[in-house]
C-alpha cells in the first residue's frame, strides 16, 4: 500500500454497498439482534473457533461519536473495539494525562454482513437526556487505493490474523504509539519481524527508521500504519518469509 488513507475526510458513496442477495430483509424490528456471542478475549486466543460468518468491518461514526457508538453497540451486544491511547494535553491550565480515540471516527466490529447492514442502515439512539442530541449514524468505510471488478471500491474487511495483531499492538493504550504516513519513516528490510519481550511482545510488523531510532510499523490496510516508540534491537526476531504463525 503507498497511500494512508485520511479517515477523517472520506465521503460516503451510496452507490458502492455490500451484496444484499440471499440475505433477510433490513428491518428496524431485525436491527436488535446484534449480537455474536463471543468476547473481545475470546476472539483474540488463537485455538478458539470463530463464528464462520462474522468479519472484521470498519465503521465511520458520524461526528466524531466513535465512543458514543461503542459504549452503544457493547449495550446491544456487538463485539466492537476502539483503539485508545493515553496522551498529555492541557485541562485548565494544567498537564493531564487523557484517554483519546487513536483513529478518530473508527469503529471495529467482528460481525455478520447482515447485522453490519442494519448498524449502518439505522441510527444508533443516543442515551443523552439533551433533546437535541442526534442519534449516533454510522457508514462502511471503502478501500480507495483499488477498484472491484465492478468499477467500484469495496467495503473494508479486516482480515481477523491482521485484527487480532493490531488489537494486540494498541489494546494497551501505549501513548507512544502513533499513526504515521509513509513519508514518516523508511522501512530498513522489507521483512517481518515479532517483538519478543515489553508491552508489544508477540506483536508483528516490519522494522522502520523514523526520526533516526528504530521503531516497528504495523500496517493495517488499507486504514493506516501506525507505529512504535523505540524498540530495542535485541527484543526483535526476523520471521522467516511467509510465516505468519505468530499473528
Given amino acids: 500500500m503507498d497511500t494512508l488513507i485520511n479517515v477523517a475526510s472520506i465521503p460516503e458513496e451510496s452507490g458502492s454497498r455490500l451484496p444484499s442477495e440471499g440475505l433477510p430483509p433490513v428491518t428496524a424490528a431485525g436491527?436488535?439482534?446484534c449480537g455474536t456471542g463471543v468476547s473481545l478475549e475470546y476472539v483474540l486466543h488463537p485455538t478458539h473457533g470463530l463464528p464462520?460468518?462474522?468479519?472484521?468491518?470498519?465503521?465511520?461514526?458520524?461526528?466524531?461519536?466513535?465512543?458514543?457508538?461503542?459504549d452503544l453497540l457493547k449495550k446491544r451486544g456487538v463485539l466492537v473495539y476502539v483503539p485508545k491511547r493515553r496522551t498529555l494535553k492541557m485541562v485548565k491550565g494544567e498537564k493531564k494525562k487523557v484517554e483519546e480515540s487513536l483513529l478518530p471516527n473508527l469503529v471495529f466490529v467482528f460481525t455478520d454482513e447482515c447485522t453490519a447492514r442494519r448498524l449502518v442502515s439505522f441510527p444508533l439512539?443516543?442515551?443523552?437526556r439533551r433533546k437535541d442530541k442526534m442519534p449516533v449514524s454510522l457508514h462502511f468505510m471503502y478501500d480507495h487505493t483499488s477498484l472491484n471488478e465492478n468499477g467500484l471500491n469495496d467495503v473494508v474487511v479486516i482480515p481477523h490474523k491482521e485484527m487480532v495483531?493490531?488489537?494486540r499492538f494498541t489494546i494497551g493504550g501505549s501513548e507512544s504509539i502513533r499513526a504515521v504516513s509513509p513519508a514518516d519513516f523508511?522501512?530498513?528490510?522489507d521483512q517481518q519481524v515479532v517483538i519478543t519481550e515489553g508491552d508489544f511482545k508477540g506483536v508483528v510488523g516490519r522494522?522502520?527508521?523514523?526520526?533516526?531510532q528504530t521503531c516497528v510499523i504495523v500496517d493495517l490496510?488499507?486504514?493506516?500504519?501506525?507505529a512504535s516508540a523505540y524498540i530495542p534491537k535485541a527484543f526483535l526476531r526476523e520471521l522467516p518469509v511467509q510465516d505468519k504463525s505468530c499473528i
Avoid: H, M
Fill in 221 to 226: 490496510q488499507p486504514i493506516c500504519f501506525l
Fill in 207 to 212: 522494522v522502520a527508521r523514523i526520526d533516526r
Fill in 125 to 128: 439512539k443516543s442515551e443523552s
Fill in 165 to 167: 495483531n493490531f488489537i
Fill in 186 to 189: 523508511r522501512i530498513k528490510k
Fill in 31 to 33: 436491527s436488535q439482534r
Fill in 52 to 70: 464462520q460468518d462474522c468479519r472484521w468491518y470498519v465503521l465511520r461514526a458520524t461526528y466524531g461519536r466513535e465512543r458514543e457508538a461503542e
